[in-house]
């Protein structure tokens, strides 16, 4: 099993910049991929960004890129997704995901370990 929790989410203004933390504890020698996902109001969760966590590699969904950052501290066992240049619709519950399998990680499907989430707001 792999638990997650993430924080750092808040009340940002538009224009600002937040940085979720997705601490891992448990089973973490197996994981392969974080992903990050949010959900915003009324809407489907979507896939912001994933990390492979042996490599170093990150991907993100095209809308959010040259925004949004992963990064990983192996020795914490934390993935960290550093958000710039925030707008109102960036406002969502932000999941982080783990999943122990070699998938690309863009799907919900591709993930079995998910945390609780964390509120991001960004005012306009």
Known sequence: QVRLVESGGGLVQAGGSLRLS???SG???STNTLGWFRQAPGKEREFVGAIRWSADSAYYTDSLKGRFTLSRDIARNT??????????????????AAT???ARGTEESDYNYWGQGTQVTVSS
């Not at 993935?79 to 982080?96: G, P, R």
């Open 27 to 29: 089973r973490t020698v």
């Open 100 to 102: 122990e399998r070699a």
């Open 79 to 96: 993935v960290f997704l550093q958000m710039n240049s925030l707008k109102h619709e960036d406002t969502a519950v932000y999941y982080c």
């Open 22 to 24: 997705c601490a891992a």
